[in-house]
């Protein structure tokens, strides 16, 4: 008790004797003074102070730069293969035919990367023709399957013959399907 009595009053002499400082040092901190300010602070703008909630833009720059990335990353070889095709290659010309030359489905199409997937990705015209043809055999098939499988139930119910073990059926115009007034009329 008596050592802070003895630094309060230190402190307040050391205080006394620089009077022109001012701040946050241990003569204020020990003897309570509040610090003179020889300016005033200044606000800028007028009303409450709001705190907009705004989203997250890392995710929309992060899905922008991968998506410019692999662009470049499969853009840049794509467009220097296309060039070098065109410059060295280039696009097919009308020449005359030899007489009894059937010429290949590809080597109707001008440019060579159009050629070059017309023959190795592509199936040929013909092949897409008898493709077609076998779904349409198929789903012929498909209506005669059916159609003879409704001739056999007839045959089947007029015979009597089939899984209702040979009792007859009951003539559909003998049911009466009006409206009763008690269940078991």
């Known amino acids: 008790m008596v050592g802070m009595s003895v630094l309060r009053s230190a402190a307040s002499f050391a205080a006394r004797l620089s009077p022109l400082k001012s701040g946050n040092n241990a003569a204020n901190l020990l003897t309570r003074t509040i610090p003179r300010a020889n ?42 293969f296309v060039t070098f095709v065109n410059v060295f290659i280039g ?35 013909e092949k897409e023709y008898e493709k077609a043809m076998a779904a349409v055999q ?29 009792t007859k059926c009951i003539d559909k115009a003998l049911v009466d399907n009006s409206l009763k007034a008690t269940p078991d009329n």
């Open 39 to 80: 300016n005033v602070a200044v606000r800028w703008g007028h009303g409450k102070k709001l705190f907009f909630v705004k989203s997250s833009e890392y995710y929309d720059k992060r899905f922008l730069r991968l998506a410019y990335y692999y662009a470049m990353l499969a853009g840049i070889p794509v467009a220097a």
């Open 138 to 166: 198929i789903e012929k098939e498909k209506a005669d399957a059916r159609m003879l499988h409704l001739k056999v139930r007839q045959h089947m119910r007029e015979k009597g013959d089939g899984p209702w073990y040979h």
């Open 91 to 125: 696009q097919a010309e009308l020449a005359e035919i030899p007489e009894g030359y059937e010429p290949d489905h590809w080597e109707y199409y001008k440019h060579p990367i159009t050629r070059w997937i017309v023959r190795y990705i592509y199936d040929s015209p």
